[in-house]
């Protein structure tokens, strides 16, 4: 939307210039009433009025429930030029809901850390906020989530966490523009062919060790990774490698995932579940 503001004055006069997307071209003059200290007539002065283009701006919700990467991702684009507006989401419920008020945003989103059911239900709520642009920025994600993700829309980017921060800001300046940005490893499983191995139809109990199953446990009863670090005695970073090595093993992206393996291969039971 165009913007008007004040940058200058004539005679004391206010000049009104309009700030513009690119995407406009517009001339316009600007008239201007004398000044009222001197005599009044019935002229006015016409002046000029500058045209300033600037990029559109955008919004940008940071779905993460990591501090110190909503912290990061901030920073970073805080510094980018078209930048509007940084908002946080920390869980599934709270970015429909930064959606709903901001439904051309930019979507920043670690999908392991969210309890979707599937690829699908990502792919759902694209679809129900389609002028929406997400960026995908998590750790590890499967070869067969990424090739049902990517190829169901141009909307999805996807950029991990350890990768460069060059590469980081580039995909951050991919998602403002609505270009889709693939990082480099993923871009090389994709034309690789490469895949993980399909689950295990029945699962096995030598897939995870015992403090793997014992946090696996935990994650299915619905703590978070401060919450069991907090009951263990262990540094945050500790128990987020478990989990990461947990969703890598059994190759599931997010917890919800996670837990259906649980229930499967009775580390927690329905019982304990539903409690």
């Known amino acids: 939307m ?31 009433p004398t000044h009222p200290n001197k005599k009044r007539s019935s002229s006015f002065h016409s002046a000029s009025v500058c045209i300033i283009f600037v990029p559109d701006m955008r919004e940008f919700i940071i779905a993460d429930n990591q501090d110190i990467t909503k912290a990061g991702m901030m920073f970073l684009l805080s510094k980018q030029k078209d930048t509007a507006l940084l908002l946080e989401a920390d869980n599934k419920g709270e970015l429909v809901q930064q959606l709903r ?10 999908y392991t850390l969210f309890d979707f059911s599937g690829a699908d239900e990502l792919i759902v709520l694209h679809e129900r906020f389609k002028e929406a642009d997400w960026l995908l920025f998590s750790d590890e994600l499967s070869v067969e989530f990424l090739r049902q993700v990517l190829f169901s829309s141009m909307s999805f980017g996807v950029v991990l966490k350890d990768n460069s921060k060059e590469e980081i800001l580039s995909a951050l300046q ?23 191995a399909p689950a295990r139809p029945v699962p096995k109990d030598d897939l995870l060790t015992p403090a793997e199953r014992s946090i696996l446990k935990e994650i299915a009863l619905g703590k978070t990774t401060k919450e069991i670090a907090a009951e263990r005695n262990l540094s945050f970073h500790t128990v987020n490698s478990h989990r990461k090595n947990i969703f890598r093993k059994l190759g599931v992206n997010n917890a919800h995932e996670a837990t259906k393996y649980a229930m499967k291969a009775g580390i927690v039971d329905l019982v304990e579940y539903y409690i």
């Open 2 to 32: 165009p913007m008007m503001t004040i940058i200058n004055a004539i005679d004391g006069m206010p000049i009104y210039i309009l700030i513009l997307s690119l995407s406009y071209t517009l001339t316009i003059t600007a008239r201007l």
């Open 101 to 110: 008020l901001h439904p051309q945003a930019v979507v920043i989103l670690d």
């Open 174 to 196: 991919c998602a403002s523009r609505k270009e889709r940005f693939i990082c480099n490893h993923v871009s090389n499983l994709l034309l690789s062919g490469s895949s993980v």
